[in-house]
């Protein structure tokens, strides 16, 4: 038999019983404990650095830590092998603290959305909660119990069509029986049916809540919302605990097809972050198991696949294909959602293998569907999706940028959370102006808008050039040689951040950013070039998502993340995808005009495109290569800055 050795962690003092030879990553996955790994366990990112304080272990790179870091006991988790009982240190720059940044009002109203849409969107939620009185049975009037239900029901929806499952047509006449024959049906849309989803005892009309979810690559974000009065109550968020597995879809659809333990890890880890934020709103707002009825999920096709146990393997292999990308309504239950029981889970359509429900949600939520002019949609993260179109005509596209705008893939980088820097200014090469982090702490990283407002501002005083190389003849001594022989720009000394090292950029750092902006710009620009188009034709330009939130523009449209236009053309649009999800729910009508919308929007395979890469080459310069397409930047820095 293996030996058993029982691994703990600090901080948080949880501990797991794995076999020797077992990798410290899977011990602290099993214990629940988070560990950075962008790579998933491959070795190759060096950001899952913990210190083993006791106990011995096996193998593990040392070309990732200093002679220092080596003797202190740092490791790479996924490569340290355990071979006796270990305590083990999560450094402060390997965990997940805090909560993902949110703005109150980002996700608009429902009389906000009337306004976008230019239509009166009425509340007709998925989920009903109707309560009828119904007749007493009697010789002249002996219909079945189902019927006399489906009567009333009929009458008091203005509907026909009704199905109801077997276990609660047994129940029927013991429940209506026992209430007086006064009870409150429980309805959901299924189309041109209407199913009898549960019937309750009295009038439990005005208890009718839903949950309103996007579950992105990074974060997942829950509202709840009361059906009855179409208001939003409560909002939670946490990041996705599948970031364990890997920072990027691929990474974790690789991870989840490589055995099915695998696969089963990554779906509860998504339905464990799910149940966390739906417990926390239940019990925060008093509901009680049968209050909510009905979950509405907007996420990208991959998220939705790993959530319903679906095979994703073939999304990531050309042609790459989804096994489904318009799905009926399930019963939560199936998945193991803490709803009511018999409560449903409606998912919202996907386009495309890398173009999902999040962004279909996005564009009814923004209304470029319902608008005569043509937009343009960028929702910037792991994948950068873009979207131009208006009522007549919607097409896609879907660009890896990788994690880098999610502070990944740099070494002081990190996500939007307590601590990070998000914005920063330089007075020049040697001083850094000012600089404000999350929740005011003292720094210890850098996340996706400060690395945006650093880079521009290093371009402004010449400490970078238009290829983004660092310029060793600044007259600064921050520029200096890092690890492995890196050049490395010093932002911070260890001196005056919260964690006790260094906050620096380096050149890998800074070409993984320039590799991702060029991506989202080429892709911009070879889907408005497919259409004939120039961003002078479109009408407005919206940036979804919480980055686009924190996002300085000017800094952007420096780097050349976004184009040069006017920027009242510019307009960030907060959480559309989740605002999709909670308007679908809200309104039968809004959720059948998502599913037009996914019918109608044409996906544009960018891989396939020969002008893609010339378009990315070009791209990846600061701002462009060619520079007159940003002249309000050649008339800020100067030409000779970016030519």
Not at 567 to 590: H, I
Not at 598 to 624: G, I, K, N, R, W
Request: proline fraction near 4%; hydrophobic fraction near 40%.
């Amino acid at each position: 038999m293996a030996k058993t050795c029982k691994v703990s962690f600090e901080p948080g003092g949880v501990s797991a019983e794995v076999p020797a030879g077992t990798t410290i990553l899977v011990a602290a996955n099993r214990s629940g404990v988070y560990v950075n790994s962008l790579c998933g366990g491959d070795g190759v990112c060096g950001r899952c650095r913990v210190i083993v304080k006791e106990g011995k272990t096996s193998g593990g790179s040392t070309e990732f830590f200093t002679r220092e870091e080596i003797q202190h006991g740092y490791i790479l988790a996924c490569q340290g092998k355990v071979v006796s009982d270990l305590m083990v240190e999560i450094p402060p720059e390997t965990r997940l603290t805090g909560a993902p940044q949110y703005i109150e009002g980002e996700v608009p109203l429902l009389t906000d959305m009337s306004k976008l849409a230019g239509r009166s969107v009425s509340l007709s939620p998925l989920i009903r909660k109707t309560y009828v009185e119904l007749p007493r049975p009697s010789l002249d009037d002996n219909v079945s119990d189902l019927q006399r239900l489906e009567q009333a029901l009929s009458k008091s929806l203005q509907t026909q069509g009704f199905q109801m499952g077997l276990k609660i047509t047994r129940r029927l006449p013991v429940v209506l029986r026992k209430a007086d024959w006064k009870v409150t049906v429980v309805s959901g849309y299924r189309g041109p049916l209407t199913e009898i989803v549960d019937v309750e005892a009295g009038d439990t009309s005005k208890r009718n809540f839903c949950i309103a979810a996007d579950i992105g690559t990074t974060t997942v974000v829950c509202n709840l919302v009361d059906l009855y009065s179409g208001q939003t109550l409560g909002h939670a968020a946490k990041y996705n605990s599948q970031v364990r597995y890997g920072a990027d879809v691929i990474r974790r659809i690789i991870f989840a097809t490589q055995t099915p333990e695998n696969e089963k890890a990554m779906r509860e880890a998504i339905v464990g972050d799910l149940n966390e934020l739906i417990d926390q709103l239940a019990t925060k707002y008093r509901l009680g198991g049968s209050d909510i009825s009905l979950i509405s999920i907007a996420g990208n096709t991959t998220m939705v696949h790993l959530l319903l146990a679906l095979p994703a393997e073939h999304i990531r292999k050309e042609p790459y294909t989804g096994v489904a990308y318009r799905l009926p309504p399930f019963r939560a239950a199936e998945i193991g959602l803490h709803i009511s029981p018999r409560g449903l889970l409606y998912s919202l359509p996907c386009v495309a293998g890398f173009v999902g429900a999040d962004i279909v949600a996005g564009i009814f939520a923004t209304g470029i569907a319902q608008s005569s002019e043509t937009r343009m949609l960028i929702d910037i993260g792991t994948n950068g999706e873009i979207v131009i179109g208006n009522k007549d005509f919607l097409i896609c596209a879907s660009a890896s940028a990788g994690p880098a705008f999610e502070g990944s893939e740099c070494k002081s980088g990190m996500r939007a959370t307590r601590g990070a820097i998000d914005h920063i200014r330089l007075q020049d090469a040697d001083h850094v102006l000012q600089f404000s982090t999350i929740g005011s702490e003292k720094p210890v990283g850098i996340c996706g808008t400060g690395y945006v407002d650093l880079i521009a501002e290093m371009l402004q005083v010449g400490l970078i050039d238009k290829t983004g190389q660092l310029n060793a003849d600044a007259s600064t001594d921050r520029i200096r040689e890092g690890a492995q022989g890196v050049m490395e720009y010093l932002l911070l000394p260890a001196s005056q951040t919260g964690n006790d090292s260094d906050l620096t950029i380096s050149q890998s750092d800074i070409n993984n950013i320039l590799r991702a902006k060029g991506a989202i710009y080429a892709a911009t620009t070879v889907l408005l070039e497919s259409l004939n188009m120039k961003f002078q034709d479109l009408t407005e330009i919206m940036v979804a998502g919480a980055f686009g939130n924190f996002l300085n523009v000017e800094n952007a449209v420096i780097i050349g993340l976004l184009p040069d236009v006017p920027c009242e053309k510019l307009r960030f649009v907060g959480n559309a995808s989740l605002a999709g999800a909670k308007l679908a729910a809200l309104s039968k009508d809004c959720y059948d005009e998502i599913f037009r919308i996914a019918e109608m929007t044409t996906y544009f395979e960018l891989s396939t495109e020969p002008s893609f890469m010339d378009q990315f080459v070009s791209a990846c310069f600061f701002p462009h290569t060619n520079v007159e397409l940003f002249p309000s930047v050649m008339a800020k820095i100067g030409p000779q800055k970016v030519r």
